[in-house]
C-alpha cells in the first residue's frame, strides 16, 4: 500500500523558508516522478515542482513560474524522502501543499499520472 506523509509546512514571515518533507512508503521512490501541489482557499490546485523518476541519464526537475528561482526540489531515496526547499516566500505562497506520486514506473518519466496523495501540510505566509 502506498503511503505519503507530508511534514514541515508551518507560519513564516514573508522572505522567510521552508522545508517540506514527504516520506515515501510502499513503492521505490526513484522509479517514479514526485510531484509538490498546493491550493489556496477558493483556487484550484496548481503543480509546484516535479522531479522526475531515475534515467541512465539522472533526473530532471521542472517548476511553476512562479516559485522558480526560490523553491528547489529534491530527493533522498535512502530516506525515501522528496524536499521542497521553500525561501524568499510571499504571502501568495500561502497554501496547503501536497506531495503526490505517479503512478507509472517509468525512467525519465515527469508528472503526469498522479495516482497517490499525501493529506497535505498548511503553509502561510504572514507578517
Known amino acids: 500500500q502506498v503511503q505519503l506523509a507530508e511534514s514541515g509546512g508551518g507560519l513564516v514571515q514573508p522572505g522567510g523558508s521552508l522545508r517540506l518533507s514527504c516520506v515515501v512508503s510502499?513503492?521505490?521512490?526513484?522509479?517514479?516522478?514526485i510531484g509538490w501541489y498546493r491550493q489556496a482557499p477558493g483556487q484550484e490546485r496548481e503543480g509546484v515542482s516535479c522531479i522526475s523518476s531515475s534515467a541512465p541519464s539522472g533526473f530532471t526537475t521542472n517548476y511553476a513560474e512562479s516559485v522558480a528561482g526560490r523553491f528547489t526540489i529534491s530527493r533522498d531515496a535512502a530516506k525515501k524522502t522528496v524536499y521542497l526547499q521553500m525561501n524568499s516566500l510571499r504571502i501568495e505562497d500561502t497554501a496547503v501543499y501536497y506531495c503526490?506520486?505517479?503512478?507509472?514506473?517509468?525512467?525519465?518519466?515527469?508528472?503526469?499520472?498522479?495516482?497517490?496523495w499525501g493529506q497535505g501540510t498548511q503553509v502561510t505566509v504572514s507578517s
Open positions: 503526490a506520486v505517479d503512478r507509472r514506473s517509468k525512467p525519465g518519466a515527469l508528472c503526469r499520472e498522479m495516482g497517490y
Open positions: 510502499g513503492l521505490p521512490l526513484e522509479d517514479h516522478a
